[in-house]
């Protein structure tokens, strides 16, 4: 017994430093396990969003206006996660599409992946590394707070 009990919370334990094994949907509706989401090798930025999410919805904007520039530098990936419930998502995809922004886009309408992953409000943001350990979690958005992102990503570009 005492074995398992050790098996179980190994599982657990790892399970929070990598991203869990839950499967999201992209914007076609294709099935994306969250635990194979990668970008070669380098870091890359998961994004927790909601259509209805005003800090939220000004975080991806302004990650938006310096995507380009960061991909160019650093080859961050960003993946932007709509928790909108099942019944909203089909305005995802407008709604990314009149925002212009650029990211994949995955819906996590049942919010499987934000329960195993522990957390409750958005925006949330980790970046995970590219070996795929979870290297940096925030929650919540202030004005200006990407330059945080950025920088993490640059530092952890720096260690490959």
């Keep these: 017994m005492l074995l398992i009990a050790g098996q179980v ?3 657990s334990v790892s399970a929070q430093d990598r991203l869990p094994k839950v499967t999201l949907k992209d914007l076609n509706g294709k099935a994306v396990m969250a635990d194979t989401l990668s970008n070669s090798g380098r870091p890359f930025i998961v994004d ?6 005003k800090p939220c919805n000004r ?3 302004a990650i938006s206006d310096v995507y380009e520039d960061w991909r160019k530098e650093t080859g961050v990936r960003l993946i932007a996660v709509s928790i909108d419930e099942a019944q909203n998502s089909s305005k ?3 709604f990314v599409e009149s925002n212009g922004w650029q990211y994949d886009v995955l819906l996590d309408a049942n919010g499987d992946l934000m329960r195993a992953m522990g957390f409750q409000s ?3 943001v980790i970046i995970v590394d590219g070996d795929g350990n979870i290297a940096y979690r925030h ?10 992102l950025i920088e ?3 530092r952890l570009s720096k260690k490959k």
């Design 92 to 94: 995802v995809k407008p």
């Design 59 to 61: 975080e991806l904007d």
């Design 152 to 154: 993490t990503v640059r």
């Design 122 to 124: 958005i925006p949330y």
């Design 139 to 148: 929650s919540g958005y202030t004005d200006g707070a990407e330059e945080e």
């Design 9 to 11: 919370l190994g599982a």
């Design 48 to 53: 927790f969003f909601a259509t209805w999410c």
